[in-house]
């Protein structure tokens, strides 16, 4: 049983690991998938020639794309410094992280997504006429949600192991009474039998017979014999004492 509570605690530490790994591959991917589909119209500016930051309505569209999700926290329109010329956030702040920076220098132009210690952060490029980068979409997601959602697999996942431990304690105390259950009869046959000897020598010592019970099985027989021959040998053994020769 303690080897089986120590595979079912590994099978759910992996469990829960391989869970909050495809979890967060997949919030990463959902955010890049946003992202590109909100370069259009930042990439029509660029190879017009213009900055982007004169899009029109460039926080309406950003807002707009931040609504297919209510949880997300931020989008931000940066250039290719890092600097931020367009945001939903209300105190936008003026360069993405330095992380952001690493990670975009990383991928060399392609969408890219990190798990960070608040969340989730994920970018698309957006290409210039030279075919440089002229900046990118950066979406900030939070990782409260994808948190709770693994909490509650790892609880899903103990409660199982729980049941399952149990169920196979249960069955394995099942098999073994009955895999037992011979060599359990024959020892309460001796217990019953050893008894039953123990009182026919009370008996004997009272001065009463000690009845042969109706069942008396071979053992028995065989204690009371034993028990005769000792007797007899005392009395011999007495004798011999007593005979002066």
Known sequence: MLMM???LSLFVALATLQFGSVNATLV???LVVLAGRTVAPFAAVNRLGLPLSSVRNSRAL???ARQT???IVALHVFDAQGKVVSSTAELAPQEISADARRWRAAARGAPWYRETS?????SVDI???DGRSAGGILVVYPGGGSQTQVRAMLAELVLGAIGVWLVAALAGAL???WGLSGMIRHFDAIDAEYREF???GWRLAAGFRAPMPAAAGTLHERLDAAAARYRATGRRLATLSCDPQ
């Open 198 to 200: 123990a009182r026919g």
């Open 62 to 64: 950003l807002e707009r």
């Open 69 to 71: 999700d209510e949880d």
């Open 28 to 30: 990463g991917e959902r």
């Open 118 to 122: 608040d969340g989730f952060v994920g």
């Open 127 to 129: 290409a210039a006429r």
């Open 5 to 7: 509570l120590v595979v």
């Open 175 to 177: 098999l073994l009474r």
